[in-house]
């Protein structure tokens, strides 16, 4: 499958349509928030899978229960807000015990707060469709966070999903394998036409060498079609190798004074001031905190150059 699904064209935002469905296979929905988060929507023969729940800019259930009635399982890729903030609608969801500090972190008025100025850009009319009072009163405290380890499988009959850690955007950060569709749903891991992040303070991503140690692992793998939570989908498996080639030309040949640039002062996130890296190989772009950088290189001293 390599027609893009999503963006063929981006929408204008509504109150009706904050969310929008797209139905890829009759297992699979692409469910889209503001036209930047993809969450996943898989359904087998007894259950089904919702793997991200987004920003929570709104009550979006029903957009589930519209195509199917199953019991519902609710992974998380990672902690980050634009991919948990949206649990509050759920009892119960599944992420890994690394990530779940940094998502409860989350659960905060001046978070869900930045969530909006960061639509701002791309979506200057979110003040008006976000109904700003009732997101800030939204909590995750209603939702029992459950752990899943590397290997874990979730069995939704005739479709199985299994847990594979991809440690770098955050330390907690997972996909999910699906065998049966040779399909891997990536999270933040890997992006298509979307700049790489891996700018996030050290407590929170994972070191190079284990990133790039996860998608060795996830090429070995029988993969047809990479669902990446940003960005233009779907991807071929190709993207994988792609983003480790792209971190393992970044470990030899990055230079802070071409790739240095200074977080503006009106950012939503980062600290202003910071200096970060912006590294572009083949085509593909990625920010990173500089510190990763004196990780990996103190890493391949210590290892004789190797990079995983």
């Not at 981006?10 to 009759?26: A, P």
């Not at 634009?82 to 001046?110: K, P």
């Amino acid at each position: 499958m390599n027609k893009i699904i999503y963006p063929e064209m981006y929408r204008e935002i509504t109150k009706d349509n904050i969310i929008e469905r797209i139905k890829i296979t009759e297992w699979l929905y692409l469910f889209n928030e503001v036209n930047s988060a993809d969450m996943y929507l898989m359904i087998g023969e007894k259950k089904a899978l919702l793997f991200d729940t987004g920003f929570g800019f709104s009550g979006w259930k029903r957009l589930i229960a519209e195509v199917t009635a199953l019991p519902l399982t609710v992974v998380c890729s990672h902690g980050h807000d634009d991919h948990v903030l949206g649990c509050f609608q759920f009892d119960s969801a599944y992420i890994a015990e690394d990530d779940y500090e940094l998502c409860m972190s989350n659960d905060t008025v001046s978070q869900r707060e930045k969530q909006i100025a960061s639509r701002r850009k791309k979506t200057p009319n979110i003040d008006s469709v976000v109904d700003r009072e009732t997101y800030l009163r939204t909590t995750l405290k209603n939702c029992e966070f459950r752990f899943v380890s590397d290997g874990d499988v979730f069995d939704l009959g005739g479709i199985t999903l299994r847990v594979f850690p991809v440690p770098g955007h955050s330390r907690g950060s997972i996909a999910l394998y699906c065998k049966e569709h040779k399909a891997l749903f990536a999270g933040d891991a890997v992006m298509k036409n979307e700049d790489l992040v891996y700018s996030h303070r050290l407590e929170i991503s994972a070191p190079p060498q284990q990133y790039i140690r996860a998608l060795s692992r996830l090429m070995n793998l029988d993969i047809k079609t990479v669902w990446p939570a940003h960005g233009e989908v779907p991807a071929g498996k190709e993207l994988i190798a792609d983003t480790r080639e792209m971190l393992i030309d970044w470990t030899k040949h990055a230079d802070l004074e071409r790739d240095r640039f200074v977080v503006p002062q009106d950012a939503v996130f980062g600290t202003p001031g910071e200096v970060r890296g912006r590294f572009t190989y083949k085509g593909m772009t990625m920010r990173y905190n500089i510190k990763h950088l004196d990780e990996i290189r103190e890493y391949m001293r210590m290892h004789g150059g190797e990079v995983e």
